[in-house]
């Protein structure tokens, strides 16, 4: 008889893969799921919805496969900019990347971090601080820029970007590890770094967004098969 079965193995690596999401989670208080290599398969991740307003019920024991063609379908749809499938998990439905994954985490430079999905300007780099959590942080954010919620864990805060509803991370007080006493803590794959003086890109607007969508409904209702022919 082997050594060790095929169900031992596997029970092996459900407990690899489930240490992997614990290290991941504990990571400094960030935030709750985790994406791996391969960008099809999540942990944790929301169950539907992708709209920061609603209310998303968040499964801690399983892993889920994306279904790949949804995401495709509302990228191509929405009037943002494109994202590609690991940014749309993030910032559409509330996913993590792995700490020390992002390519902000240490950085320095002068510049602005603005909204990987709608170009607006979130944090200045100056407000940027090393917190050894994992995550690029930042102690301040661009006024009106970043919107509150109370995440679907009941006790961390969302932040989201004010203008397009995307996830960016949570925000913690109290840990005193600046002046201000306040951690954004933010994915970096949801924002894009723009270096002091080179031209920001412009921002997309939330209403002109809806307005298209609402001009590309109607199209789609007065001409059913032009659109659907595409
Ligand atoms: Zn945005």
Redesign the pocket.
């Known amino acids: 008889m082997p050594l060790l079965s095929q169900p031992l193995w596997k029970h092996f690596f459900g407990l690899f893969i489930l240490g992997g999401l614990i290290i991941a989670v504990a990571g400094c208080g960030g935030p709750m799921a985790s994406i791996n290599a391969d960008d099809a398969t999540v942990a944790e991740t929301s169950e539907s919805d992708t709209t920061a307003e609603s209310e998303t019920k968040t499964t801690q024991k399983s892993t889920i496969r994306l279904p790949r063609k949804r995401y495709e379908l509302n990228m191509d749809s929405s009037p943002?900019n494109k994202l590609t499938e690991a940014e749309a998990y993030v910032i559409l439905n509330k996913g993590t990347e792995p700490p020390g994954d992002g390519g902000y985490t240490l950085t320095k430079d002068p510049g602005t971090y603005i909204?990987?999905?709608?170009?607006?300007p979130l944090y200045h780099a100056k407000d940027k601080f090393i917190s050894h959590c994992g995550w690029p942080s930042f102690d301040d954010e661009i006024k009106d820029a970043v919107k509150r919620l109370r995440d679907a864990d009941g006790r961390r805060i969302e932040i989201v970007?004010a203008?397009?509803?995307?996830h960016l991370g949570h925000v913690f007080h109290g840990e005193r590890l600046t002046p201000k006493n306040e951690r954004h803590c933010v994915n970096s794959i949801s924002m894009k770094f723009i270096p002091e003086g080179k031209e920001m890109p412009k921002p997309i607007k939330a209403t002109d967004v809806k307005k298209k969508e609402d001009a590309m409904k109607s199209e789609k209702a007065a001409n059913p098969k032009a659109t659907d022919a595409k």
């Open positions: 943002f909204c990987k999905r709608c170009n607006t970007c203008n397009c509803g995307g």
